[in-house]
């Protein structure tokens, strides 16, 4: 077995964990950084995520041209809200808030390649891909991880520092014993790319059903990715119809508002639960992304709040690293994870009451939204937190 010493380790090389090791890289190029990538050549992220302003923002600060990343037909414009059987609907618009877009929509795999491209020019960051952690080991000053590589063997790797990026099964948490709450939605994500008969001329849109919420993000001119969340029940009858049947269920789920959805293309799905660690950090450990926080798909604020938990990592890092000091102090883990439960607790919160009360068919309820949407649509200064939780601020009421 050989042993090797980094100071900064990051289980997990995807989206957030291949970003923070590019951002402290470029930080802090005094300090040495490892990421520890799990996953085979040639496997990809099949998701479509919905980047918020404010996380573009954070990639092109480390040099990745967002605007590279997919067509102009990809910027999010306007943002179309409503409930199926209802009267009520609301719309966000990007030229109202002084922005060109809310968002952008691209592959996690095309962002995934940029963060390693731009991560190859970093001296201080080795990216190990095939390398799965096997055990992690807390010692007074640190943290010993036992790793399996591609090759089949064992080495063993010392940090002062380690990330865990792992997602929502993450082996860092599990190893560090944190609990965590966990509630299964019962619903399931169907996800693909669907043609349409027209333009989508900027649109996204999110729509309220009895079953679950249907949300489409713009692509290409005629192509929006599709997030449909449906009962887990129902899920692989769903994905077994052929393409006509499937298109023509979505339709009459969805409604005609976006067009006539004419094709689909390669169909994948994922169960949806809410998970939160009760701790961000232990020890010489912190979580972030969905090993921290595994959110409902319903407002689009998954990948956008690791963004967050990434870049208040990396300032805290920035400011209080000091190598002679054994890297960093305890009471600036416990400021960050101080900063980070405020931001995504407000956020699961959000997106779990949203799944709940619309997936509430008393009557009361039913009415009580659609006059919500309809004041949004009549006082459009009342979407004003709205709009801005979707372009990712954290502050829902001021100005920064």
């Not at 041209?65 to 990809?74: E, I, M, R, V």
């Not at 299964?184 to 333009?199: K, S």
């Not at 005609?256 to 169909?267: L, M, W, Y």
């Not at 939204?369 to 979407?383: I, M, S, T």
Request: hydrophobic share 40%; net charge neutral.
């Amino acid at each position: 077995m050989t042993a090797n010493t980094t100071d900064i380790a990051i289980v997990g090389g995807g989206v957030v964990g291949g970003l923070a090791a590019l951002m402290l890289a470029k930080a802090r190029p005094d300090i040495a950084i490892t990421l520890l990538d799990g996953s085979a050549p040639g496997q990809q992220d099949p998701r479509t995520l919905a980047l918020a302003h404010t996380t573009l923002l954070s990639l092109q600060s480390v040099g990745i041209a967002t605007d590279k990343l997919a067509t102009a037909q990809a910027k999010i414009e306007h943002i179309h809200v409503s409930e199926r059987r209802g009267a009520g609907s609301a719309t966000l618009h990007a030229k109202r808030y002084q922005i060109d877009a809310l968002g952008q929509v691209v592959s996690a795999h095309t962002l995934q390649q940029a963060i390693e491209q731009a991560a190859a020019g970093c001296s201080n960051l080795s990216w190990q891909m095939q390398t799965r952690l096997e055990q992690l080991t807390q010692q007074p000053a640190g943290v010993d991880l036992t790793l399996h590589t591609g090759d089949d063997t064992t080495t063993q790797l010392s940090a002062k520092f380690v990330i865990g990026a792992d997602g929502g099964r993450s082996v860092v948490r599990e190893q560090l014993k944190i609990a965590r709450q966990q509630y299964d939605y019962q619903q399931t994500a169907l996800i693909a790319n669907v043609q349409l008969d027209r333009e989508h001329q900027g649109w996204a849109y999110e729509r309220f059903t009895e079953h679950g919420p249907i949300a489409l993000l713009p692509i290409q001119a005629q192509q929006m990715a599709l997030v449909w969340c449906v009962p887990s029940s129902d899920a692989a009858s769903i994905q077994s119809l052929s393409d006509n049947d499937f298109l023509a269920q979505l339709q009459q789920a969805f409604g005609f508002r976006a067009g006539r959805f004419i094709g689909v293309e390669k169909r994948a799905s994922y169960p949806l639960y809410l998970l939160l660690a009760e701790r961000a950090i232990h020890h010489c450990c912190a979580l972030i992304g969905n090993a921290c926080h595994t959110l409902h798909p319903i407002a689009g604020q998954g990948y956008n709040l690791g963004v967050r938990d990434v870049v208040d990592l990396v300032a805290m890092v920035t400011s209080a690293w000091h190598s002679d000091q054994g890297g960093l102090q305890h009471r600036d883990l416990l400021a960050y994870e101080a900063q980070r439960q405020q931001d995504y607790q407000r956020i699961a919160g959000l997106t779990d009451s949203l799944v709940r009360i619309f997936s509430n068919q008393h009557f009361p309820l039913v009415a009580g939204r659609n006059l919500g949407l309809l004041a949004l649509r009549k006082q459009p200064a009342l979407g004003y937190p709205l709009a801005r939780s979707a372009m990712g601020f954290r502050n829902l009421f001021g100005a920064a």
